[in-house]
């Protein structure tokens, strides 16, 4: 916890990756951690995990340097991604839900970005920033996305627009990998499986510390064999050193029960296509549609939690590649960064940690029932007073004085979502810090309403753009509560110059000059004119 307070804010490591005099002005609200359906559905005979969702959504614009009132020049939304991050007790989740780029970056007249595309140093500062704050000790942590190629996510109708550069499914799965390389190089490389002799001598040593945090990315593209997944992310950077992503996927180790059915070991996150293919399994289960069924994540009383057509892991994978969003010609890539801590802590046991999944017999639970019944003691309940009725057919007529509430109504504080309502900064299901929170923290019923705000634009055109950024901007002002929630950042990041002129050299660049004659004073050696032989004409 004490190193988060001497963290640098998101919006000094913004300016650090930006180019040099690129000013940008970021928009940042968030939701307080609310409780949600598990991630993980919990086995047979045993309890859910509680969970805990938080949303957050960070929008980058720009002003057009060429437009006609240089008093006041047009503001245009660049880019948005979407976040949400849950948490359990032993475990948090990060989720890239959603990204887009309008394509009007071209309009900042930055030339050429030769220090890296500012749109993918965004998403990467970003995810790179949550992971930070939101480092617990002793917890695990994970980074999940899928990448999947479409015209347009979050901004309506910029795919009109001829400035945005879309890109195809192998070169967004590419531009993911290389956006969350910082992370990785953040923490250390996971080391080889060590002897029990060796992790005996190495708990006996110095404790760790949070700096032995490891990182590993994970990439999984169905249809795709091993081998041909290399070619997607980030080689090593030495022949001999080891890879730090591998082409394979975590769940046996994020999942709260590994040795569990399938369907407990797949997260379940919102428009995944994971997600959908679980449901259409799902209904292979005898007790699909009970009271028990009926939520997501709920957990079946008649069956052993076992599919009939998907038995594995890898039989998953496998049918994966054959769905329509996988078999449709394109690729999509599913993609986690996993934080091992050095030292995992263990939970205490209480009500919420799930039962064995071995039950009792009925034998059995039936003289555990005798004995604890005769072992203690009966408590004697006090019988409560007897109201007497009122005669309401005849005599006098009561008087009933109206209750006066001695607090005030909260109406007024749910308008505001600057100042969070009656939710600790601390719990044993989250960490929520105040660093961390977004410029405008708002009820999840306000942060629909701001998406549906931004889904309901036009951003074909610069027009449109500008006026459909301006709208949204005073929509979310008007449910946060605030007037100015916006903060501009000026880029501080130089060109460096190419590989292999490190040593102070200038760069060797060609030009086209005119030949010189030689003269005598070069010393060339020239024949005389009678030696001269002319080429003859054909």
């Not at 475990?91 to 030769?114: C, E, M």
């Amino acid at each position: 916890m004490a190193e988060m307070a001497t963290s640098p804010s998101l919006y000094d490591l913004l300016a650090d990756a930006l180019p040099k005099d690129a000013a940008f002005t970021f928009y940042h609200y968030s939701t307080p951690p609310t409780k949600s359906t598990p991630l993980f559905a919990a086995p047979p005979h045993a309890k859910s995990e509680r969970t805990y969702c938080e949303s957050h959504f960070l929008a980058a614009s720009i002003h057009a340097r060429d437009s006609p009132n240089a008093a006041a020049p047009d503001e245009l939304l660049v880019l948005a991604i979407e976040v949400l991050l849950y948490t359990t007790k032993r475990l948090t989740t990060i989720f890239v839900s959603k990204a887009d780029s309008t394509g009007y970056l071209s309009l900042l007249d930055t030339g050429r970005p030769q220090c890296g595309s500012p749109l993918k140093a965004i998403c990467g500062i970003f995810v790179l920033w949550l992971t930070k704050e939101r480092q617990r000790e002793g917890r695990r942590m994970v980074v999940s996305l899928f990448a999947r190629a479409q015209d347009q996510y979050l901004f309506p109708a910029s795919i009109e627009n001829k400035g945005k550069h879309l890109l195809d499914d192998k070169e967004l799965v590419r531009w993911w990998c290389k956006a969350l390389d910082p992370l990785l190089k953040e923490y250390k490389e996971e080391e080889a499986p060590k002897s029990l002799c060796e992790r005996l001598s190495a708990a006996a040593g110095s404790l760790p510390s949070s700096s032995d945090y490891t990182a590993k990315g994970y990439l999984v593209i169905p249809g795709l064999e091993p081998h041909d997944t290399l070619r997607y992310y980030t080689p090593a950077p030495a022949p001999g050193a080891s890879r730090r992503w591998t082409a394979a996927h975590p769940l046996l180790q994020i999942a709260p029960h590994p040795a569990a059915p399938p369907r407990c070991l797949i997260p379940h996150f919102p428009d995944d296509p994971k997600a959908r293919f679980l449901d259409e399994l799902d209904d292979e289960l005898p007790d699909r549609g009970t009271d028990a069924m009926t939520k997501e994540g709920g957990t079946p009383s008649r069956s052993n939690g076992q599919w009939k057509s998907v038995k594995t892991l890898d039989q998953f994978w496998e049918f994966m590649a054959f769905r329509q969003e996988c078999s449709s010609g394109r690729i999509v890539g599913f993609i986690w960064i996993v934080i091992t801590p050095p030292k995992p802590s263990i939970p205490e046991e209480d009500d919420s940690q799930p039962l064995q999944l071995s039950a009792f017999s009925q034998d059995d639970a039936q003289s555990t029932a005798v004995l604890s019944q005769l072992g203690t003691p009966k408590k004697k309940v006090a019988k409560k007073a007897r109201r007497r009725k009122i005669n309401t057919n005849h005599g006098p007529i009561p008087l009933v004085l109206p209750r006066i509430k001695s607090s005030s109504s909260n109406l007024s504080t749910l308008s505001t979502g600057s100042q969070p309502k009656s939710v600790p900064e601390c719990g044993p299901y989250y960490w929520w810090p105040v660093k961390s929170r977004g410029t405008v923290v708002l009820t999840s019923k306000e942060y629909n309403r701001a998406h549906e705000v931004l889904l309901q634009q036009n951003f074909s055109t610069r027009a449109a753009a500008s006026k459909s950024t301006r709208r949204w901007k005073e929509e979310v002002a008007v449910l946060g509560g605030v007037i100015n929630w916006g903060k501009t950042v000026v880029g501080s990041k130089e060109f460096k110059p190419a590989e292999g002129t490190g040593n102070g050299a200038p760069a060797v660049t060609l030009v086209a000059t005119k030949k010189r004659k030689p003269t005598e004073s070069d010393g060339v050696n020239t024949l005389s004119a009678g030696l001269v032989r002319k080429k003859p004409k054909k």
